[in-house]
C-alpha cells in the first residue's frame, strides 16, 4: 500500500502507475503475471514431485528438465520471427493453449510415470511459453503511447517476476492443504470392511512373518507400511490437483489475450 501511495505521488515514479490505466496493457501484464506463474511453478512442482515421490536424486531431476531448457533456445528465434509476420494475439493464445494442454497431461503424474514422459510434458509446455515470451513484450508495448514504452517494459518483467513468485508460494500452500485433504479422505475408507485394505495387510503380515519378527510387531509394521502407501498415494494427488489448477489458469488466461488482441487489431486498422 505504502509503495502504491508513492508512487502515485512521487514525480518521478519507479513503476509508472498510469500504465495500467491502459486496459490492453493491463491485459497483457495480466498474461505476463500467468505466464511468470506458470513457469516458476511448473519448474517447482516437477522436480519437487520426482525427488519425493518416485525417488530421483537432485542431479537426476535437473537432467528431466535440461530437454525444456534446449528446446526453449530453438523456440525463441522461431516465435520471434513469426511475431513479426503474425498478430501476437493468436501467437499468445497458441502459446497458453499448448502450455495448458501440457498441464492437463501432467495432471495424470503418478509414482510410474516414466522419465522421458515427464521430459515430454515439460518439452511441451516450454514450446507454449516459447511462443509467449516474445509475443507478449512486443504486443504489450505496441499499444502504449511512446513515452510509456521504457516504463512498460519494465513493468511487464515486474509482473512477470511477481507471478513467479505468487505461483511458486500459492502452489506450496495448495499441495500442504490437497495432501492434508485427501489423506483424510483416504484414511476414512481405510476400515476392516474394506477389502482391499484387509487383503494388503494380511499380505504385509505373511510377509513380515517370514522375516522371524514376534507376533506383537505383525500387525503395527502392517499398519506402518498402510500409513506410508496413502501418505505417497495422497501427495500424488495434491501435485495433480496442482497441474490442474495451473491449466484452468491459462484457459482463464485466454480471456485478457482476447483482449490485447482486439486492442491490437484496433490499432492496426487506425
Sequence with gaps: GAFIWWEIRTAKPMLDL??????????????????GAGLFGSTYLVPLFVQTNQGLTPTQAGLLLMPSGFVLVLIFPIAGRLSDRMPEGYLIGAGMFIFAWSSYLTASVSIHTTFWTLAWWTV??????????????????????????????????????????????????????????????????????????????????????????????????????????????????????????????????????????RAQGKLRQG
Design 18 to 35: 498510469r500504465l495500467f490505466a491502459n486496459l490492453p496493457f493491463s491485459a497483457a501484464s495480466l498474461v505476463s503475471f500467468i505466464m
Design 124 to 261: 511441451l509446455s516450454r514450446i507454449g511459453l516459447g511462443f509467449v515470451f516474445p509475443s507478449i513484450t512486443a504486443g504489450s508495448l505496441k499499444v502504449l503511447p511512446p513515452e510509456l514504452v521504457g516504463q512498460g517494459s519494465g513493468a511487464v518483467n515486474f509482473t512477470r517476476q511477481l507471478g513467479g513468485a505468487f505461483g511458486v508460494n500459492l502452489l506450496a500452500v495448495l499441495l500442504e492443504r490437497r495432501t492434508m485433504f485427501h489423506a483424510d479422505a483416504l484414511t476414512a475408507s481405510q476400515t476392516s470392511d474394506n477389502p482391499a485394505t484387509m487383503e494388503l495387510l494380511a499380505r504385509v503380515v505373511g510377509i513380515v512373518r517370514s522375516t522371524g519378527l514376534p507376533d506383537f510387531q505383525h500387525l503395527p509394521a502392517g499398519l506402518q507400511y498402510l500409513g506410508q502407501m496413502i501418505s505417497i498415494q495422497a501427495n500424488t494427488l495434491a501435485f495433480q490437483d496442482g497441474f490442474l489448477v495451473v491449466m484452468l489458469v491459462f484457459l482463464i488466461a485466454l480471456v485478457p489475450t482476447w483482449l490485447l488482441h
